[in-house]
C-alpha cells in the first residue's frame, strides 16, 4: 500500500506547467514567502560574513564614490550641477543607483549560485533574483539616512515630494529586477555573461545622468530617445524628490515604460529557460 495511503492527511503536490499571461503565480509566491524571506537574509549576511568593517562598507561605497567624482566632474572638470552644491547632487543620483548596481550585480549571478537549490528542490524560480534584489535594499537605506544628513549640512529642506521616493525605490526595483532575470537566465547557459556584467554596469552609469544634469542632453527626440534608459527617468525622479524644480513629466514615463517592456520580455524568457536550468546549472 501507498504511503499517501496509509497517512490520509499526507499533502500531495502535483506540479503543473504555469498559467497566465507571464507564467507568474502570485499565490505560490505568497506560499513560498518564507523561503523569500529566509534567502534574503542569507544574502544579507554573507554580504557582511567576516568583513573586517561590516556593514559601514555601505556607508564608504557611496561616501568614496561621491568624494571622487566631486573632485573629478565638480570641481576639476566644473561640470554644472543645476545650482546645487555637487556632493548633493551627486550622492541624490548615486543613491538609485547603487541600488540598482548592487541588485543587478547579484541578481545575475543569483541562479549559478544557488545551484545546489535548483537542482534538489522545487520552488519557484523567480525567488532566486528576487531575493537578491530584496537584499540590496539594506544598503540603499544606509545611504537614504546619510543623503539626509549631507542635505543638512548644506542646509537644504526637505517637501512633501520626498513622499516619491517611495514609487521611485520600486522603479529601481523593478529595472533591475527585469534585468537581473535576462541576465540570471542568460548566465545559467553562457557563464562569460557574469563577466561582462561589470563592464555593462560601468557603460551604463555614464549613459545615466549621475555626474552630470540631464540639461546637457538636447531636448526633443534625442532626449526622449536617451530616457529608454530606465535609470534616466529614476535619477531625475530621485532629484526633484528630494530638490523639487521641474518635475521628470515625459522622462520618467518613457523611463517607466521601458522597464515595464523589460519586465515584461524577461519574464517571459526567464520562464521559458527556467525548465533547463536544473539540466545545465
Do not use: C
Not at 31 to 54: C, M, P, S
Not at 81 to 110: E, I, M, N, R
Amino acid at each position: 500500500m501507498a504511503e499517501a495511503d496509509l497517512n490520509p492527511s499526507a499533502q500531495v503536490v502535483t506540479l503543473k506547467p504555469a498559467k497566465g499571461w507571464l507564467g507568474i503565480n502570485l499565490k505560490e509566491l505568497w506560499h513560498y514567502r518564507e523561503l523569500i524571506y529566509f534567502l534574503t537574509w542569507r544574502d544579507i549576511k554573507v554580504r557582511y560574513k567576516q568583513a573586517v568593517l561590516g556593514i559601514a562598507w555601505s556607508v564608504l561605497q557611496p561616501v568614496l564614490t561621491t568624494a571622487i567624482t566631486t573632485v573629478v566632474f565638480g570641481i576639476l572638470l566644473k561640470v554644472n550641477s543645476d545650482g546645487l552644491p555637487y556632493p548633493v547632487f551627486a550622492l541624490s543620483a548615486l543613491l538609485p543607483w547603487h541600488l540598482f548596481q548592487l541588485s543587478l550585480q547579484k541578481s545575475s549571478v543569483s541562479l549559478v549560485g544557488n545551484s545546489n537549490l535548483l537542482t534538489k528542490v522545487y520552488f519557484p524560480r523567480v525567488i532566486i533574483p528576487l531575493s537578491s534584489v530584496l537584499a540590496a535594499l539594506v544598503d540603499f537605506v544606509i545611504s537614504l539616512i546619510l543623503l539626509f544628513i549631507t542635505m543638512a549640512i548644506y542646509k537644504i529642506p526637505l517637501t512633501w515630494n520626498i513622499l516619491w521616493v517611495i514609487p521611485l525605490t520600486l522603479l529601481t526595483v523593478l529595472a533591475a529586477l527585469a534585468v537581473g532575470f535576462w541576465l540570471s537566465a542568460l548566465n545559467v547557459q553562457y557563464r562569460d555573461v557574469q563577466q561582462m556584467v561589470p563592464f555593462l554596469i560601468q557603460i551604463w552609469m555614464y549613459a545615466t545622468p549621475i555626474v552630470y544634469p540631464i540639461t546637457t542632453i538636447p531636448e526633443g527626440t534625442f532626449r526622449y530617445i536617451y530616457s529608454l534608459n530606465p535609470m534616466v527617468g529614476v535619477v531625475q525622479g530621485f532629484r526633484w524628490a528630494f530638490f523639487g524644480g521641474s518635475p521628470p513629466d515625459m522622462t520618467l514615463i518613457i523611463s517607466s515604460l521601458a522597464v515595464l517592456l523589460l519586465l515584461i520580455t524577461g519574464l517571459f524568457f526567464f520562464r521559458h529557460m527556467e525548465t533547463t536550468f536544473a539540466d545545465v546549472v
